[in-house]
């Protein structure tokens, strides 16, 4: 169903005026993890000064080891959701559990897919049966072939608006956090027609790399640009290393726009 073979025109996902796959970029920015209402907020009147139209944030997040920040869970989702109303953004948020789907449904707008839930099948086929969006992540050890077949896992339950997302993959360099399949994009284009986005942020893990890289997907032909924003990043609860504050925000949108 995802194959460029069976459509050849590409997808297109309109979702609060933004139309992911037309050709032009689109970005998601905002937090790692929802931690306040404040601190959402004021990333939110950031993304909205840029002129953009979506938010992202973490409730629900699946953290590598047990004892680190895991989320504020559906009370992170009713702070993206009061967000949402008061800044007119449409909120990208991760679900990790099939059983949470349909509730979430009521909070958020674009339903993100881990790269560690890439392959959980059964969430996989509860977001196909819903009729929000979904970004689907790589999978950190995916081969191209293995994110396509769960592409198809959502797309086989109905549900055809996914954006995949590159978020980098293992490999034994350990100058990135995961390093950024650039190369992805292209391929991930001529084997489907779903919009593709590249996540700038997890895929270098390194802030001084945020620029080049969205410069890199930019070029090779994503759709679009994923980064994670936080008002303080030296206090954030997650991802503390490679979140750029809200003037670094602005000034990599202002040269990644030149
Ligand atoms: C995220 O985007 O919040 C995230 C956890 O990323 P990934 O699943 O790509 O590691
Ligand atoms: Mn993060």
């Known amino acids: 169903l995802v194959s ?3 459509k050849p025109e590409d997808t297109v996902i309109e979702i609060n005026g933004e139309k992911f796959g037309d050709g032009d970029p689109h970005f998601i920015f905002g937090p790692c993890s929802v931690e306040s209402y404040d601190q959402v907020a004021e990333v939110a009147k950031a993304v909205k000064e840029q002129g ?4 992202r944030g973490g409730a629900f ?14 009370e992170g989702l009713e702070i993206l959701k009061q967000i949402s109303n ?28 881990g790269a560690r839930n890439m392959q959980n099948f059964e969430l996989l086929k509860a977001a196909g049966e819903t009729n929000k969006p979904v ?8 081969t191209i072939s293995d994110f396509i077949n769960a ?3 959502i797309n086989s339950k109905g549900n055809g608006d996914i954006i995949l997302c590159e978020r980098g993959i293992r490999t034994y360099e350990k100058a990135t956090r995961n390093t950024l399949d650039i190369t992805a994009v292209p391929i991930l284009k001529q084997e489907t027609h779903l919009p593709v986005m590249v996540d700038v942020t997890h895929s270098t893990g390194r802030r001084d790399l945020l620029l080049p890289a969205a410069k890199a997907a930019l070029a090779i032909g994503a759709d679009g640009v994923m980064a994670e924003v936080h008002p303080d ?3 954030a609860l ?15 949108m202002e040269n990644l726009r030149k």
Request: cysteine-free; charged content about 20%.
């Open 238 to 252: 997650s991802d503390s290393a490679q979140q750029m504050d809200i003037p670094t925000f602005h000034q990599f």
């Open 151 to 153: 592409a198809e896992y």
């Open 86 to 113: 008061e800044y007119g953004l449409s909120v990208v948020s991760e679900i990790v559990n099939p059983a949470h789907i349909e509730e979430a449904a009521d909070y958020i707008d674009v339903i993100q897919i």
């Open 135 to 142: 970004l689907l992540k790589r999978g950190m050890s995916a």
């Open 61 to 74: 997040k699946p953290r590598t080891s047990p004892y680190d920040f895991q989320g504020l869970g559906f």
């Open 233 to 235: 990043p030296a206090v």
């Open 4 to 6: 460029r073979k069976k």
């Open 52 to 55: 953009f139209h979506l938010i």
